[in-house]
């Protein structure tokens, strides 16, 4: 890991040029001001063909429990990926992440993808694109399952963009659980470069309406 200077800007356009030669920026807690340049010697990574869905879910995503919607609160979902959880004492996110990952949002090259119920965000995610890559940062649920329904909907619109690299930055038991598995700095950077030379199409389907139905089809066409 490498300290980044606490008192200089990273812009959107350096925080791109990061991910695109493999680094991407951490804090040590949500009160550290200061953040770390991080490059994984194993890198996680969730092969796009080869996603495991257990049955089980795909009857909750198949039953449309939660409504998926993109885009809509981007500044609510990071919040509440930085926020203390039964399962997540501490937190990487700190203000200054919120605020880069907030501008970044702005130009275009970050998104949510949110699980709503009964008009009220339930869960989601949040990542940033770059050409045919999607590198997933965080993820929180308050209702169960609402994380892993917005996973789902995230990896079929992938595949329908032509995507072809989702990253997970580590493997946990978790994101194993779904297919994730580690792979080599260099046989990751060679994957990233080959993805960042593709432009995947984000919204090839809708910011909303996509019914989970479609986004099993997604899955398996």
Known sequence: MRKHDEGMDITPDVLLRAYEIGIFPMAE??????LYWVEPRLRG???LEGFHLPSRLARTVRQDVFEIRIDTRFDAVIAACAAEAPDREQTWINARIRRMYGALFDAGHAHSVEAWRNDRLVGGLYGVRLGGAFFGES?????????KVALVHLVARLRAGGFRLLDTQFVTPHLASFGA????????RRLLDAATREQGDFFAWPRMGVSGAQALEGLTG
């Not at 807690?29 to 200061?34: C, F, G, I, K, V």
């Not at 993820?139 to 994380?147: G, K, L």
């Open 29 to 34: 807690s949500a009160e550290d001001p200061a």
């Open 45 to 47: 990574v969730i092969p």
């Open 139 to 147: 993820m929180f649920h308050i209702e169960r399952d609402a994380s």
């Open 181 to 188: 598995v580690e792979v080599p700095r260099r046989e990751y």
